[in-house]
Each structure stands twice: as C-alpha cells, then as structure tokens.
C-alpha cells in the first residue's frame, strides 16, 4: 500500500508486491500462534456403571480467555490453558514435539451460537461371545480391552466407556448406554472443526485383526462391532454433527497489535464451502503486512480430499497462505497446522532431518521436511499419489507425503503458497512459501539497517556532478541507494538472495516530488531458487563386439 | 580508460556502513592477493598458485575538539562485520572509483603529540563484495 503524499510522520517502511518485477521486505521469525478451540466449560461425563449406578469424570475447562492469545510454555501448561484434549492443547503438543523451545501462543476462539459438539457412537453385540481383545483407536491412539465370554453388551460398553475416559489426552468423552451397550464419543469442543477427530474399533483374535473402520459393521469372537452417527471419509470414520462455525474476528482485531511468525489454524469447509474464518485470516495478514510491516504467514492443515483442497486454496488464493493437505489423515487440522508451521520455521532436526528452518535461513528449502509426530493415513490410498501431488502444486496446495525415512510418518513434498491464480489463471510468480518468508526477512533488514543507519540526518538533493554529499549528517537518495545495494549483496553472500547485480537498475531512491522530507525506494528480491527436480537421460548401449 | 588531461584524483573518503567518514587526513588502500610463486627444482618451472585476495585498508582520522567522529575502540570491540567502501573522487564531479568491501575493523589506536592534532586511526581487513 503506497504511502499518501500528505504523510509527515518521520518513519522508514516498505510494501510488497508479489509477483511483480520489481519489489521490495524479518529476521529470526520465532512466534507461533494457534487458533482454535478450547474445552469451554468443565464436561461432566456420566458412566452408567450398572442399570442403577453412576459414576462422574469431569474435564477441566481451559482458563485462557477467549478471543486473545496467551502463551503456553509447554504442553501441560497448554492443558491447562485450553483443557486437556482440545484442539489447542493438541496442536500445542505437535508444536513442541517439533521444536521442544518454540515460542507457542494459543487464541480460543468463542464458539459460534448454539454450536455442536461432533459425535458418534460404538455399539456392542453378541451372539455366542467368547473371550478375545477389542481395540478403540480414536485419533490414532488406541487402548486394548479384555472381553471374556461372560461379558455382557452392557459390560462390553462400560468398559469401552471406562477405556475412552481415562485417556484424557484424547479428543473425545464417551458415554454408555446400560442396557444396549452403546458408547456415544463426543468431541470435547464445539463447531465444525469438532468432527474431525476419527474413531475406529478392531476386534483381535489370536489369527487375526478385524478393523471396523466404517459403518459396516464386524464380527468376531462373537462380538459386534457397529459404528453409526459419524462419517465415513476415505479409510477413517470420523465424528458428525459438529455445527455453527465460530467467528475470528474479533479475535484477529484483538490481535492487530502484536506480530506472530506463523499463525497455524484449521483448514476447513462449512456445509461444502471454505469456512469464512480461512480468507478473514488470509485478509488480516495482507492489511498487517501492508500497514505494520508484519511478516506473518498462515499455514491451514486440511484433512479434506485432494480435490477439495484444491478448490479451496484456489479460492483464497493468498500468497500469505499456505494450505496443507493430509486426507485420511487421523491428525487434527489444526495438529497438521502447528507441526508443519513450526516445522517450517525449526527445520526437522527433531526427527534426524537436516532442514534448518527459516529462523535461520529464510531461503532454506523445504522439500522432504520431516514432521515429527504427523501419522500416515490409516488407509494409503488416502496418501497423495503422484499425479494427485502434481495437482496439488499447480494449484497452491502443499501435499503432504510418507516420510521416506521414517515409517508411519509424514514429510512435506515442498512448501509452496495457496497462490496459484493471477487474474484467474496459473500464475506461480509466488510459487514456494521462501519468495514471502525471504521478501519479508529482506525487508525487515534493510528497514531496520535504513533506520539505524540515518537516524537524525539530513535529505538533500544529489548533488548536480555526481560527487556524494559530504556534508556531516547528511544524506542523500545515491547514498541510499549505494547502502540498499551493498545490504542486498550482504544477503546475496549469506545465500539469503540471488541475482542482486543482475537486477541492480531496479533498485531506485528519489526523493519525493511533493515530499522533500521523504525519498521513495523500491528494489526486488529474489530468492534463490529451490533445486527440485534433476532429470537425466542415461544411454544403455551394448557391449562391444 | 580514463584520459590523461593532467589532472589527477586527489579526494576520497571512506564510508562505514553507508555512512561517510568526512574528518579523514590519511586513507591507503592494500590489496593483498595472497597468491604464491610456485618453483620446481629440475625443470625451474615457474608456476603459480591462487591465494585469497583480501583488502588492508587504514584510515587515520584528526580528533575533532568535541570527540571522535566514530569511536573506533568501541567498533572494534563490538567485533562486528562491516561494509565499507572506499571512494576516491574525480575532481571534474563524481566518483572516479569505488570499492566495496565487507570485513572487520581492527587494531585502533590514537595518538597526540606536540605541535600535531590528536589522530585516531584503524584497519579495516576485509573481502570485496562482489
């Protein structure tokens, strides 16, 4: 956003322009903001413990106040602030599991009115039963539970019940019926963002492992399994009737004065579109960026198809974004979110990578960036396959892919933006999330270095020959020029930028024509260029005769 | 190349971090290449290896009455890298050269004596930027 003509502030500031052939922009990015919900109120769970008696297990709501951010400086304080088990304290939990030092602030969001909480429910049968195992996996994490022939559905769902409610780390409370045996789980939040997290049964024998994993239901040992009120979604069954989207605006206003690096949230659709939250955060970091020189950056886990994703990125389509797809995947969208954010900014040496981050490196690239505790999808073809993953980055979504290095985890295939559209067709002028984060980093430096270095001096015009103005305290728009190219090659020098000389024309200082107390500058940056792709052609030829 | 009307550069400064340096009395610029005669002994081949090419550059500076016009002392403890550039003028307008380096300054030191101004004067060792 230019700066009026009518400006007196005494002040030294940049704007970018994305994609442009000439523009201007932090260094050691280190805060990380979650967005999304806390335990609002403590959750008394009943379990019906025999046709007459009850016991009670209570959830401690978060103590973080809604709609502002508070710092969590680990993740039993996240616990704390958010509730054990919620969306925040979760995404808290894969934050520090990726760099145990970050800088972590969560912001509740008020829930929507007359929000729901997701829901679904587990139901026992038996014909003939015998003794075996039963496992409940909700969110990828499961527990084990003895089922002997004596057992009865309203014992089978009593101890479903027990098992779910002493994990308080989960997502989800559960609550029996006596005399049917059914488990209702329920998220510990409210809104669409409470359907996400996924449940599933296997009943083990001695030869097998038979997994309930939609609503169809299994058998074995004489016991069934069915799962009903939830949503099957590729090879996961997830929670429903999560409703009433919550609002970030008020939350994004009480935010405006302060700066976060990266700001993680879920990436999410409302009754088939993009939740209206996605585009009010996108909106907010353009404005911050524009008016207070704020280089943040976004990233939304989605745990949507491949194909919604797309529509969605595309539909925001900001540069400030970057939309991250994981489908069938058992993480959260906002646990994908954190991760990957701190991830991007820590590297990945947490789990044996040897990715540096852009706290130190703002171009460092990204490619095959281990996440440390992001689990595969239950289902592989739920994995990104190849032409899936081309899709994806001609179209600003960040897939994710099987860590090559660990199994059962999950790596970045590259860090590209959710710009991927100029004037509604292709346009990859902002491709790789470095082109924002090194614009940013370069124009946090040569404003802190113009500010530093002129403080208290004088403007004068160049002089008329060419000699420099030398004259104590005194500067003028060749000077200034000179200092932004020799800051730039400083960056070119630390691998930060490339191809300075080659565009040193554009780097233009005049003083401003209504202004005589101002000078206008402009310069590009250009950052070096990730290496993605070699592609060789090998010759096989025959021996000779 | 420049031509030969019999006038010759004389001025020049240093600049500091996009800041000039203007009290100046004495400025001298080395470039040390650092490369290395190389001489076998039967064929007396005369070779020679590449070294790192650095820049020496001094500035001896007056003292004016009201202080130093930058602390040298206090640069060089800070230990930090610089750019500086070093500037001789053409004396028809303009700069006739420049260069810019990027390096550390060092060794400051100052001096009074009788009959002279107090000096203070540095090194600066440093790469160019290029």
Known sequence: MALSASTKTPQVRASIIFGSAGATPSNAPKRILLIGSKIGSDITTTINTSGSTTATVTTTAGLAALDVATRATSPDHAAVLAGRGSELHLAAVATFAQYRTAEVWLAPVTPGGGAAAGSATITPTISGLGAGTLRITIMGESVDIGISASDTVSTIGLKITQAINNQPNWPVTATNTWATGAVVVTAKWLGPRSNAPTVRAALLTSVATIEVTNGTAQTAFGLTITLTGGTADGGVYRLSGGATDDNVTN??????????????????????????????????????????????????????????????????????????????????????????????????????????????????????????????????ADLYD??????????????LKASPARLGRMALVSSITMRSLAGGLPDFAVDKTKEVTVADWVRAAVVASLQATYRGFNLVNDSADGTPVLVPKTVSPSAIEERIYGLLKDYEKRGYLTEVDAHRDEISVTR??????????????????DYDIADGTIYQRQASA | MATNDGLYASKGYVEKDGVKVLTSQKLSMKQDTNSDDVDTILDEAGGFAQGTVKYMVEVE??????????????????????????VILNPNGGIATSKLLRGVFRNPSAGLGANSAATASVAFHGREVR
């Open chain 2, 61 to 86: 500076s007056p003292v004016p009455a009201d202080g130093f016009e930058i602390d040298w002392f206090e640069v060089c403890r800070a230990g930090k890298i610089h750019q500086l550039r070093f």
């Open chain 1, 512 to 529: 401003n024509g209504s202004n005589a107390r101002r000078v206008d500058y402009t310069f590009p940056t250009v950052a070096p260029s």
């Open chain 1, 251 to 380: 939350l994004l206003t009480a935010l405006t004065p302060t700066k976060f690096d990266r700001i993680a949230f879920a990436g999410y659709r409302v009754s088939g579109s993009a939740s209206a939250n996605l585009a009010r955060i996108t909106s907010q970091l353009v404005t911050l960026s524009d008016n207070a020189m704020f280089d943040q950056q976004v990233v939304f886990g989605s745990i949507e198809s491949p194909g919604n994703n797309i529509t969605v990125a595309q539909g925001n389509n900001s540069e400030r974004g970057q939309w991250v797809g994981h489908p069938g995947s058992d993480d959260l969208p906002l646990v994908i979110a954190a991760q990957v954010a701190t991830a991007r900014l820590f590297g990945d040496s947490v789990a044996g990578g040897s990715i540096e981050g852009e706290a130190v490196n703002p171009a460092c690239n990204l490619n095959d960036l281990e996440l440390a505790t992001l689990r595969a999808p239950r289902d592989s």
């Open chain 1, 386 to 399: 190849g032409t899936e993953t081309e899709a994806a980055l001609n179209a600003g979504v960040t897939p």
